[in-house]
């Protein structure tokens, strides 16, 4: 099983990244996907979540802000994120879940700094 994000950058406030995260090893279709971060010294937050049906659920600080998709046919899944935040800092991770198996990424970092 492999969780790999990639597209984490440094970027100035306003800014725009889009996160990606390639999935392979198990059914991803199944599989909720989600974008979890942690900024230095806090403890994980939940962002966005896409289940398998394609539904989605954003944290209260994202929502507005970030776009979670998926691509079952790539078993990719994506985070857009816009006017981003110097508070939006953190290393951002990738997270499988269903029933009682989950899946995590090791990380990208993103960094909003002018």
């Known amino acids: 099983v492999q969780l790999v994000e990639s597209g984490g950058d440094l970027v100035q406030p306003g800014g725009s990244l889009r996160l990606s995260c390639a999935a392979s090893?198990?059914?991803?279709?199944?599989?909720?996907m989600n974008w979890v971060r942690q900024a230095p010294g806090k403890e994980r937050e939940f962002v966005a979540g896409i289940s398998s049906d394609g539904s989605t659920n954003y944290g209260g600080s994202v929502k507005g802000r970030f776009t979670i998709s998926r691509d079952n046919d790539k078993n990719m899944v994506y985070l857009q994120m816009n006017s981003l935040k110097p508070e939006d800092t953190a290393v951002y991770y990738c997270?499988?879940?269903?029933?009682?198996?989950?899946?995590w990424g090791q990380g990208t970092q993103v960094t909003v700094s002018s």
């Open positions: 997270w499988a879940v269903w029933t009682a198996k989950d899946y």
């Open positions: 090893g198990f059914s991803f279709w199944r599989y909720s």
